[in-house]
């Protein structure tokens, strides 16, 4: 009896340790959540050429799981968005700085996959990225992103429905400005709006811009159930970095960015 | 006799009218419109903040002034340098800086447009190394400096701009933000701006580190502040500012006229 008894324990102990060692920070593929945070972060950490796209969710015990890593590069990546889906779908957005072009990229995980499938290019062939937002509405993403083309940077978009994602289209007319930075979320009329800053030549400064997409529905508003301004976001993330916010409870404020 | 009092009288007229006219001759007007590096801040002149138009202030002005003023071009050289300040305005509030380039430069050369009156007026424009500090893209420091080059053009001034000067320590690529700045002089060219340009990055360029650059690696030492200074009077002063009339003949006139009988 005592052997089997010690074998017993033995099997008793690992089955709490094993668990612990998938804390492991740096191990990636490994996020999997059984039902959607109250917030998802990205932000990127860089260090002898090497670049990385870091996340976490803060679940319902207030508490942000420990820093995962999502992508490793060579090439420098900015503006990183983590999104789920009201299916448990991820999605991971980025912009990749090659040396003359700037893609916008992402990848997907189904909710009951371990591994990102490989990731998709969703716009290139421009310069510079000042700026990605992601919304969700039903089964659709609307994707806004800040590129230059023609020597200064403009608002474009794509949006996903039913697997298939449109053209790019720009969200302003042509211009001799910049415009960058945008902004995304859905209002209280069902139309998702995206804001941007753009330059103004009488303020030599910058304004807010925007512009609304009618989602052609019709339901009742329903106060988002997280309120983004209670948000304590996570101290690991390196002060003065700028990180993006995804809530994916929300139906309104659903992302943001900040900086500690 | 009084054939030689008329010479005499002739000839003193004829030396004070044009001394007269000469002293009217007012000197060119040159505003130095930039960051630290324009303002000449290095470590033999570690000055800090905006240099407030001081004329013959900061190793540029004053080398830039001595070559004009030995070319018989003297010229009033303005310190329009701010240290440590970015082309334009930041899009992100927490990095604004009131005294960006485009914020200031309107006010700074009607400033001296009121100190000093000008045969020509000419504003030196070198901006930009200090844009990654204020999340400014390569591509925004160049629309910047459009806009610098359009208000001077507005004040009457000429624009010269140039290229950024080296940077070893910045983490931005200097590259970007000079084609940036090159295309924009280009585009403002073609679109009839008064505007000239230097490329005082490649000419420093290649004997930067051992020759040009101060220790900190952004800011140029003297040899590179005068080597700045002389490039813009070979490339463009020494063609747009006229030298003063050359008096030197008038003695010989009044020997002449004195020898006459």
Redesign the interface.
């Known amino acids: 009896m005592k052997p089997l008894l010690l074998f017993t324990h033995i099997l008793f102990a690992l089955s709490i340790a094993v668990p612990q060692l998938g804390h492991a920070d740096s191990k990636p593929d490994s996020i999997t959540v059984a039902q959607p945070p109250r917030a998802l972060v990205a932000w990127i950490e860089a260090s002898n050429g090497i670049y990385q796209i870091l996340t976490s969710a803060l679940g319902d015990d207030d508490k942000w799981s420990l820093p995962h890593v999502q992508l490793t590069s060579k090439s420098a990546i900015a503006s990183p968005n983590f999104v789920q889906l009201n299916n448990g779908t991820h999605y991971l957005f980025w912009a990749q700085l090659d040396q003359e072009n700037a893609s916008i990229r992402y990848k997907t995980k189904q909710a009951n996959e371990k591994k990102w499938r490989d990731e998709v290019i969703l716009d290139e062939g421009k310069k510079e990225n000042i700026g990605i937002s992601v919304t969700r509405h039903a089964d659709q993403l609307w994707v806004f992103w800040a590129s230059t083309q023609n020597n200064l940077p403009d608002i474009l978009y794509k949006t996903f429905e039913s697997g298939v994602w449109s053209e790019a289209k720009p969200v302003h007319p042509a211009n001799r400005i910049p415009d960058l930075k945008p902004r995304s979320y859905i209002n209280d009329k069902n139309e998702i709006v995206v804001e941007w800053l753009t330059f103004s030549n009488i303020q030599s400064s910058y304004t807010v811009a925007k512009k609304s997409f009618d989602l052609k529905v019709d339901h009742a508003f329903e106060p988002d159930p997280i309120a983004v301004e209670d948000i304590k976001f996570p101290d690991f993330i390196p002060t003065g970095r700028v990180a993006s916010a995804h809530f994916p409870l929300n139906t309104y404020q659903q992302s943001m960015t900040f900086s500690n | 006799m009084t054939k030689k009092i008329s010479n005499i009288l002739f000839a003193v007229y004829l030396a004070v009218g044009t001394q007269t006219a000469y002293a009217k001759q007012d000197p060119a007007v040159i505003a130095l419109f930039g960051d630290s590096i324009l303002q000449g801040f290095n470590q033999a002149f570690p000055v800090q903040g905006f240099a407030m138009g001081q004329v013959n202030f900061g190793r540029p002005s004053i080398e830039l002034n001595r070559i004009l003023t030995e070319s018989n071009r003297p010229s009033i050289v303005s310190n329009l340098g701010f240290g440590g300040t970015p082309s334009?305005?930041s899009?992100n509030p927490a990095l604004q800086s009131s005294a960006n380039g485009?914020?200031r430069i309107r006010n700074d050369l009607i400033s001296l447009k009121n100190q000093f009156s000008g045969s020509a007026y000419f504003v030196l424009i070198m901006y930009g190394t200090n844009d990654f500090a204020f999340d400014i893209?390569?591509?925004?420091t160049?629309?910047n400096n459009g806009?610098l080059i359009e208000e001077a053009n507005n004040l009457g001034f000429t624009a010269i701009v140039s290229t950024i000067t080296p940077c070893d320590t910045c983490p931005n690529d200097v590259n970007d933000i000079n084609s940036?700045i090159v295309?924009?002089v280009v585009?403002r060219f073609n679109a009839g701006a008064d505007v000239h340009f230097t490329n005082n990055h490649d000419l420093l360029r290649a004997s930067w580190v051992g020759l040009y650059s101060d220790p900190d690696g952004v800011h140029p030492n003297n040899a590179g502040y005068d080597r700045i200074a002389q490039n813009w009077f070979d490339t463009h002063l020494e063609r747009l500012i006229e030298p003063r009339n050359n008096t030197a003949y008038f003695p010989a006139v009044i020997d002449l006229l004195l020898s006459e009988q």
């Open positions: 334009g305005p899009s485009v914020a893209p390569a591509s925004i160049g629309f806009l940036a295309d924009e585009r």
